[in-house]
């Protein structure tokens, strides 16, 4: 009797823990917090838009190494501490700035005209009295290094390529190696300068700037971009049979003293605080405009991508996620390794901690939305990566054909030194109209498609930073 009545309460006991267990829901899966990140973005965060209009306002354009770069890493430095970051620091690094100064253009034979130019970033000044010279025009790059030596002594030599419009802008990949190798070569073979059309897609009288690369420590010759307008113009001129003289000048300067700085800041993993998934994008920018789509908007995107993470009401993911505003893109040197930017100087103070680092991307294309992803190739094929085009795939997302090998400039040297690499793929159909001119300011970040990245990003790297795949390794097959 006793025995049957112990038997009684136990069951009951048992019955109720059983219905108490019932009426706890079970916690939510990674999946179902990575939809909830994915779909609060969507409806409507503030934070990236807030960040980067501040930003853009209060310091404008934020060439590397200039007051206006070191003023905005400061703000975003406090920013990101009261928004509730951890370990949020900045590292210091020294660079040589480079200053535009006053410059101008114009055809001065067969008949004055003038022109829209805008010196090549870490080109040299012209003599103060300006240069001039017979223009030698060459349809590609590779026609330029068709010149035999001397060639053009005295002469300025003017590449004349058109950039392609494409969806994944690997136009600017194919046009952009005539700025950055146009001015050696045009020097080498005794140019006076060089000129090129602007290294973009648009028709607007404005030049797109941009960088251009040390060949032995230095630039050799004044280097500009023309607008596209003005490149046609001159064409047109040869064309009629004329010999096109032009003249230019530049007052451009090197600053050999300055620094420029990464801010970084952590939302500490719970489980592994020692594995990093790191996002990455630069806080400097060109000096005419604002910076605000490059790369503004992508400062933006990943710190409220990270900060939605950080704010996540059920847990903190397992693994670290980091956010680094990088410093003095613009002006990397991606040929002369060591060269003092912000992706090789964040690369040479956390070298011990780069085997931890499970996987970086950067976000430096606009604001335009995202339609792809590409993965690791480690795990392409992983259930990973199901879950995670289950959860983008309804915002316009879909895998990419090809495992990531790059993520952008910044985290690239990290990546090559084997970190493995993801890329949320921006629409860059309109991004190279804007880019590295004057017209990249506020009033062209569309606060829809920034939300749309801010959701992708937040999705993806909660995922990956709260699971322990390993995306050096390629799983075994199965
Ligand atoms: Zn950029």
């Known amino acids: 009797m006793r025995v049957t009545l112990s038997l009684l309460l136990m069951t009951l ?46 310091f404008g354009p934020r060439p590397a190494g200039s007051d206006n770069e070191h003023r905005a890493a400061e703000w975003a430095a406090a920013r990101l501490k009261a928004l509730g970051f951890a370990n949020v620091h900045v590292e210091t690094f020294p660079i040589t700035a480079w200053v535009r100064g006053v410059e101008s253009g114009e055809i001065v034979a067969p008949v004055l005209q003038p022109l829209v130019v805008a010196a090549l970033g870490e080109s040299p000044p012209t003599p ?31 590449v004349a390529a058109r950039m392609v419009r494409t969806q994944d802008g690997a136009g600017y990949g194919a046009a952009v190696e005539a700025r950055s190798d146009g001015p050696a070569e045009a020097a080498r073979r005794g140019a006076l300068a060089f000129v090129l059309r602007s290294v973009g897609t648009d028709s607007n009288r404005l030049p797109h700037t941009g960088t251009t690369v040390y060949v032995d420590g230095r630039v050799a010759v004044p280097a500009f971009a023309l607008s596209s307008p003005d490149a046609d113009q001159i064409e047109r001129l040869a064309a009629l049979g004329e010999k096109v003289r032009i003249r230019l000048y530049s007052t451009a300067s090197y600053v050999k003293d300055a620094h420029s700085q990464n801010v970084v800041a952590d939302v500490p993993g719970r489980v592994h605080p020692d594995e990093v998934v790191l996002l990455g994008a630069h806080l400097d920018s060109w000096d005419q405009g604002t910076g605000a789509i490059d790369d503004g908007t992508g400062t933006a995107i990943i710190t409220a991508a990270a900060k939605l993470i950080l704010d996540l009401p059920q847990r903190v993911p397992r693994r670290t996620v980091r956010v680094v505003l990088y ?16 992706g090789h100087a964040y690369m040479d103070g956390h070298k011990a901690e780069l085997a931890r680092h499970v996987l970086a991307g950067e976000s430096d294309l606009g604001t335009d939305r995202v339609y792809s992803l590409a993965l690791p190739a480690a795990v392409e094929k992983s259930a990973f990566a199901t879950t995670v085009a289950r959860v983008l795939e309804p915002i316009g997302v879909l895998p990419a054909r090809e495992a990531a090998r790059h993520a952008g400039t910044d985290v690239d040297p990290m990546v090559e030194a084997g970190v493995p690499a993801f890329a949320l793929l921006q629409d860059g159909s309109q991004y190279f109209d804007i880019h590295h001119t004057a017209n990249d300011t506020l009033d062209k970040v569309d606060r829809e498609q920034l939300d749309q990245n801010v959701a992708a990003w937040a999705a993806l790297v909660w995922l990956a930073a709260d699971s322990e795949v390993d995306f050096r390794t390629p799983a075994t097959a199965h």
């Not at 410093?327 to 060269?339: D, I, K, N």
């Open 13 to 58: 006991a048992l019955l109720s823990s059983a219905d108490a267990r019932r009426a706890e829901p079970p916690p939510p899966t990674d999946e179902q917090i990575a939809v909830q990140l994915r779909d609060e973005a969507l409806g409507g965060e503030d934070l990236a838009w807030d960040w980067v209009s501040e930003l853009t306002t209060r």
């Open 128 to 158: 103060p009295a300006g240069l001039e010279g017979e223009v030698v025009i060459f349809p590609t790059l590779a026609d330029l290094k068709q010149a035999p030596p001397g060639s053009l002594t005295g002469r300025i030599a003017f």
């Open 327 to 342: 410093g003095s893109e613009e002006v990397a040197q991606p040929l002369a390794p060591g060269f003092a930017f912000g």
